[in-house]
């Protein structure tokens, strides 16, 4: 049976959930909201499934050891890349899987802005999934749902976090599915936030402005463009821009754990296709994105993909790269986690939100150091782990 030693070696994918025969395994949430496998040694049968399955690893299944093709992309109409995170590939792509009677998954909302991952079958449901949500989503029984869809011959399109990604390959894999029909996007990731860090601000923001959010935006292009990055909030049918939660999301101190040893930080895809802000767009074309609304960046990791792409060809306008022009930071390596990462883990179960919020609301000297000597970072990282670890046996 699967023993996670360290919370930084699961990712949360839930393959092992979907795997286990005997259904013994339920994901648990820690301090901050991110899932965690706990198995119920009564039902465990020790078959060994839940660990064979599990993806989190450097020997994850890739599309192909080369990505084949990189394009800047842009939607041909303005009002879908307005509407989308980047240049609006995500939407491109699923109008063909949905007008070819298909479904699409992908991060949308439950509840009051909870997020995780939805079924949709019509374009109104994926319009939900459209734009960046800075939290880590929760899969819940997606992965067997999307083995039936594949089981009944369907048409799907999974799109998600690449340790999602490959966390479904996996699963797949194990069930022996046919997944000829599948089509898998990955996203290239920075890091996951914190559900309960989410969930506190919102319920902040709200009291603060005295009414319930009936809109949210993590990244709002409409006032401020593309590049620049703030969230906003619709409360009493004002729409509110705050920069708190942007904030903490790059300081890189409300991440899962796994994030910090991210396995898909590079070019070596789980998915057939990969989608991405285009970060460096005017090395390739510098009017192609004049009025920063917004460009994809797309790489075609398989075939699959490569043919998926061609079939949406006419309604994008697209510029094929090099890769040399596309390679930011989270294809070469993890993001860089805050030294006080498990501080601030510390001080919210401890004294809650509005605490954490104010206390850790500058970029620390530590962490500046760490940016500039590598020694420092290490030093710090294993200080680090030896506490996580030490906590996580005592949560146990
Ligand atoms: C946590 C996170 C980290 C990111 N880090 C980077 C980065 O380092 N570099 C970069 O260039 N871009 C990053 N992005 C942005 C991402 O690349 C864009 O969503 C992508 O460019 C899609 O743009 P689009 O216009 O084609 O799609 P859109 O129409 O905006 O569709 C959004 C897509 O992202 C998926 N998605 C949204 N939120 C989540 C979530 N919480 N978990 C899983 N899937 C989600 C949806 O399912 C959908 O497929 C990140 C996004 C998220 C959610
Ligand atoms: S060892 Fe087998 S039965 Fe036990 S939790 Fe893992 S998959 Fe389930
Ligand atoms: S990474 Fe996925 S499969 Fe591995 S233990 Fe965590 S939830 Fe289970
Ligand atoms: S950074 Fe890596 S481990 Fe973290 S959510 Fe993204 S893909 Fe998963």
Not at 12 to 33: E, F, H, N, Y
Not at 358 to 369: D, S, T, V
């Amino acid at each position: 049976m699967i023993i996670i030693d360290n919370p930084q070696n699961c990712c949360g994918c839930t393959a092992c959930v979907s795997v286990c025969p005997r259904k013994a395994i339920t994901m648990q949430p820690d301090a901050l909201g991110f899932l965690y496998p706990q198995i119920d040694k009564d039902l465990c049968t020790n078959c060994g499934l839940c660990e064979k399955v599990c993806a989190f690893n450097e020997n994850y299944e890739k599309s192909s050891d080369n990505i084949l093709d990189v394009y800047a992309v842009r939607h041909k109409d303005i009002k879908e890349i307005e509407k989308s995170r980047s240049g609006a590939m995500f939407v491109a792509i699923t109008d063909y899987i949905l007008e070819n009677n298909g479904v699409v998954y992908g991060a949308g909302y439950s509840d009051h802005f909870r997020v995780t991952h939805k079924r949709a079958v019509t374009k109104t449901e994926r319009d939900e999934f459209r734009g960046s949500k800075y939290v880590q989503s929760e899969l819940g029984s997606t992965f067997t749902k999307v083995y039936k869809d594949l089981k009944n011959g369907t048409l799907v399109c999974f799109s998600g976090t690449p340790c999602q990604v490959a966390g479904l390959r996996s699963f797949l894999k194990a069930q022996k599915a046919n997944t000829e029909k599948l089509l898998l996007i990955d996203i290239v990731c920075h890091g996951t936030p914190s559900p309960y860090i989410w969930r506190d601000y919102l319920a902040y923001i709200e009291k603060k402005h005295k009414g319930k959010a009936t809109g949210v935006s993590f990244r709002d292009k409409e006032d401020i463009g593309w590049t620049a990055h703030k969230e906003s909030f619709i409360i009493n049918n004002h729409k509110i821009t705050t920069d708190t939660y942007t904030d903490l999301f790059y300081k890189h101190i409300m991440f899962r754990h796994s994030c910090k040893v991210c396995h898909f930080a590079n070019t070596s895809r789980p998915s057939n296709i990969t989608i991405a802000d285009f970060w460096g767009w005017q090395n390739v074309d510098k009017d192609f994105n004049k009025d920063d609304k917004g460009v994809s960046l797309v790489f075609i990791n398989s075939l699959k993909g490569k043919r998926f792409f061609e079939k949406v060809a006419t309604s994008v306008n697209t510029i094929k790269t090099k890769l040399q022009y596309a390679l930011q930071p989270n294809l070469q390596s993890p993001s860089i986690p805050n030294p006080r990462r498990m501080e601030f883990e510390i001080d919210y179960t401890r004294k809650g939100f509005i605490y954490v919020a104010k206390k850790y609301g500058n970029i620390g000297f530590i962490c500046r150091l760490m940016q500039k000597y590598p020694i420092i970072a290490k030093i710090v990282w294993n200080v680090n782990d030896r506490i996580i670890k030490k906590l996580w046996k005592r949560r146990k």
